[in-house]
Antibody, heavy 116, light 110 residues
Framework: QVQLVESGGGVVQPGRSLRLSCAASGFIFRNYGMHWVRQAPGKGLEWVAV????????YYADSVKGRFTISRDISKNTLYLQMNSLRVEDTAVYFC?????????WGQGTLVTVSS | QTVVTQEPSSSVSPGGTITLTCGLS?????????PSWFQQTPGQAPRTLIY???TRSSGVPDRFSGSILGNKAALTIRGAQTDDECNYYCVLYVGGGIWVFGGGTKLTVL
């Protein structure tokens, strides 16, 4: 079955960088678009970014544009989120999701805390 | 900036029917926004209930249904159970590769 396992979260100071990973299994990774969605503590869901199935296009929420980069490595069945110039307001659980014709399958998330 | 609106809270009696809505700050929601609905209990990952307006995800009971009602997307829960008490989110595709989530509805079953 579809499995998405996020990793790479942790505590980081404002202005620093962090890279999240999402290991995908149980499906043909190269055939699906992938998203990152985040949720700040006690808040709602926020869409962050999407990458096309073939990696040809990436789109970002305004709140992260220019700071975050979504990418994928087909050979490793892994999705990434490179997060630069982190801010306190980026503190959240980050979920990796598979987009199967508009249906989202979710990972369990990884917590990123930005704090001095 | 596109804002997706949801009722902050709603309540239903056990066994009752409730409809939650998902709107746009400007304009009407249509099937072209591919509305999806998610259920989330605190501390857990979201669960997809409905996608592409009306399609139920695998394993979702048929008492959950999606539709367009007027100018909004809607999630209707029939025969509400105490387990349905949690947060519900919608998301809309607003074009240009961009998705926007609503703020969520906290549903109380009492």
């Amino acid at each position: 079955q579809v499995q998405l396992v996020e990793s790479g979260g942790g505590v980081v100071q404002p202005g620093r960088s962090l890279r999240l990973s999402c290991a995908a299994s149980g499906f043909i990774f190269r055939n699906y678009g992938m998203h990152w969605v985040r949720q700040a503590p006690g808040k709602g869901l926020e869409w962050v970014a999407v990458i096309w199935y073939d990696g040809s296009k990436q789109y970002y929420a305004d709140s992260v544009k220019g700071r975050f980069t979504i990418s994928r490595d087909i050979s490793k069945n892994t999705l990434y989120l490179q997060m630069n110039s982190l801010r306190v307001e980026d503190t959240a659980v980050y979920f990796c999701t598979r987009d199967s014709n508009w249906e989202l399958n979710w990972g369990q998330g990884t917590l990123v805390t930005v704090s001095s | 900036q596109t804002v997706v609106t949801q009722e902050p809270s709603s309540s239903v009696s056990p066994g009752g029917t409730i409809t939650l809505t998902c709107g746009l700050s400007s304009g009407s929601v249509s099937t072209s926004h591919y509305p999806s609905w998610f259920q989330q209990t605190p501390g857990q990952a979201p669960r997809t209930l409905i996608y592409s307006t009306t399609t139920r995800s695998s394993g979702v009971p048929d008492r959950f249904s999606g539709s367009i009602l007027g100018n909004k997307a809607a999630l209707t829960i029939r025969g509400a159970q105490t387990d349905d008490e949690c947060n519900y989110y919608c998301v809309l595709y607003v074009g240009g590769g961009i998705w926007v989530f609503g703020g969520g509805t906290k549903l109380t079953v009492l």
